[in-house]
């Protein structure tokens, strides 16, 4: 496999481990607290792209349904997925990819990544208001106030912080990523400089 | 198999959910109080999730308390869907509780390992890195936040401050150990088609699991 894609499966399972560490991240701003998830959703897909940003989420996702505790509150398994929260975990691949399509297509400007924070965000809500209502059989006035209203204060906070993030981040990431190309034919030539000792 | 039957609106098969909880709680030795730690949350929500349902259902009010404000018809879908909310959120406890990740990793490869289009070992990898990674972001998170207590930061009351200070440093340590980690895979030549050494399901494990099945498929065929 090349380096540079082992590299991005590193970093894929990295953004799903902090995707379950931000379930466990509270911070208390009035009744609702605001959890970190969302937050290194929108960042998985703003940092590395629609594809990779899909199978972070995805492989959260997936995590979480073979039974480990990375959902909100140290709960996991396929049962939760089909809970009344489900929607929203589905809503968080869907962003991801979405959040990374559109910054890839607007180049990581500014104004792009605020649209695609938001659009992503909609996403979540889009999928996880209408789940909410039809498992627990609610009116869409009730799903509404119960599963997104109180929500939008914090989600403006964690869109706008994932943006400020995403780019103190990608410098780093950039250089990193300069480091492992130059490493790569280093690596090469002693794979094959072993194969030919092998022969030998 | 247990989701399929949740899905089912008779009451049977809540029964029979219930019972089969409850056996398996017992089997699995797991402590009743950190149970009800763990539902704690839940249950508030469950209550406010019977309460709109009984209030705002509409139907025929209650004979023996007719100046309560809720309906006959509210209070059953009210419980029937608190019921099974509460079974769903029981079997993902007790599952998480007593299902070492290790465990599941290799259940997990084995599982996709017939299926040709997918990198079952890939796939067995990301999930393995990506616990580890919880476990040692959780820790790093922890340190962050002494830090971040140790010089005041605590006291800050600008939420944008707040989580900025807390994510930032957590990102950045942990995307060195990312790097960290995929340098010690390209040192040490992580290939995907190596042979898998899985352990074989213990007999004893294989008896439960047929004796469950047959328990299954007779309630179906009685109910």
Known sequence: MPVEKLRMVVLASLMAGLMAVGAYIHVPIGPVPIVLTNLFVLLAGLLLGSRWGIASAGLYLFVGAIGMPVFYGGKGGLAHIFGPTGGYLFGFVLCAWMAGFISERIRHRFGGEILAVIIGLLIIYGLGVPWLKMVAKMSWSKALMVGMIPFLIGDAVKAIVAIVLARAVRPMLNRQMQTVSTLTPTLSHQREREKNNDRN | ?223
């Open chain 2, 1 to 223: 198999m247990i989701t399929a039957t949740l899905i089912q609106t008779r009451i049977s098969w809540f029964i029979f959910d219930s019972i089969l909880l409850v056996g398996l709680f017992f089997l699995s030795r797991f402590p009743f109080k950190q149970l009800l730690r763990e539902l704690r949350f839940w249950t508030i929500f469950l209550f406010i999730l019977f309460l709109f349902q009984s209030l705002f259902t509409p139907g025929l009010r209650l004979h023996s308390f007719p100046w309560l404000p809720v309906s006959k018809e509210g209070l059953l879908l009210g419980g029937l869907t608190c019921w099974r909310l509460g079974l769903i959120l029981g079997y993902a406890v007790v599952f998480t509780a007593v299902t070492r990740p290790r465990e599941l990793r290799d259940a997990l490869i084995w599982i996709l390992k017939p299926i040709p289009t997918l990198p079952e070992r890939r796939i067995g990898l990301m999930v393995s890195l990506a616990l580890r990674f919880f476990s040692c972001t959780l820790d790093q998170a922890e340190e962050v936040r002494l830090a971040h207590r140790a010089r005041l930061g605590d006291r800050n009351r600008n939420p944008f401050r707040r989580i900025k200070f807390t994510a930032l440093p957590i990102l950045r340590r942990s995307i060195l150990q990312a790097e960290d980690v995929t340098l010690a895979l390209v040192a040490r030549g992580y290939r995907e088609d190596m042979p898998l050494k899985l352990s074989k399901i213990p007999f004893s494990h294989l008896t439960t699991l047929i004796i469950f099945l047959g328990a299954l498929i007779g309630v179906w065929f009685l109910v």
